[in-house]
């Protein structure tokens, strides 16, 4: 069964740094696009990036672009989004999901990690 | 990179046919067939139930199915069930080779 789980959130002050994690298992991880997508507490969903399969091409939300980076190590089965210079508006639960194997709609998504900016 | 406007709620008694929209703009919705809709529960993670406008995930009953017309977009829940009281989310890809959410909807079955 294909999962994804997520790991690295937690309580960070204005203007610090996170990386999260995401551990895929159950699929081919390299054969699939794969995205960050977040959601404020008792707020709607918001796509925060994605990945080629190679990890070569990497496209992000206007709200986090130069502030965050996407990454993945195929031979890990393992997504990274490195998260600097975060603000008390990144306060989300981080979703790590793969894209479709032939459509764009995301079809696997992981529970999430909170991440909380707050001094 | 605005959000999609959804209605706030939609509600419909058991057995019912709902409807409700998503619109964007041409450079979204409107620009390509690359819309998807996710189904979310309270407290879980959200569910693939349509993608690329009309097509259906193995395993997403076929009372679940989506249109689009312009810059709209709508998801057709036929026989509402108790079970398909939730949030849900559409979502379209960009002209900026980006995703974009709509603000959500909530169902409820009365």
């Known amino acids: 069964e294909a999962q994804l789980v997520e790991s690295g959130g937690g309580l960070v002050q204005p203007g610090g740094s996170l990386r999260l994690s995401c551990a895929a298992s159950g699929f081919t991880f390299s054969n699939y696009y794969m995205h960050w997508v977040r959601q404020a507490p008792g707020k709607g969903l918001v796509w925060v990036s994605r990945t080629n399969r190679e990890g070569s091409t990497t496209d992000y939300a206007d709200s986090v672009k130069g502030r965050f980076t996407m990454s993945r190590d195929n031979a890990k089965n393992t997504l990274y989004l490195q998260m600097n210079s975060l603000r008390a508006e990144d306060t989300a639960v981080y979703h790590c999901?793969?894209?479709?194997?032939?459509?764009?709609?995301?079809?696997?998504w992981g529970q999430g990690t909170m991440v909380t900016v707050s001094s | 990179q605005s959000a999609l406007t959804q209605p706030a709620s939609v509600s419909g008694s058991p057995g019912q046919s709902i409807t409700f929209s998503c619109t964007g703009t041409?450079?979204?919705?409107?620009?390509?067939?690359?819309v998807s809709w996710y189904q979310q529960h309270p407290g879980k993670a959200p569910k693939l139930m349509i993608f690329d406008v009309s097509d259906r995930p193995s395993g997403v009953s076929n009372r679940f199915s989506g249109s689009k017309s312009g810059n709209t977009a709508s998801l057709t829940i036929s026989g509402l069930q108790a079970e398909d009281e939730a949030d849900y989310y559409c979502s379209s890809y960009t002209s900026s080779s980006t995703y974009v959410f709509g603000t959500g909807t909530k169902v409820t079955v009365l």
């Open positions: 999901a793969r894209g479709h194997s032939y459509g764009y709609g995301v079809d696997i």
């Open positions: 041409s450079s979204d919705v409107g620009g390509y067939s690359y």
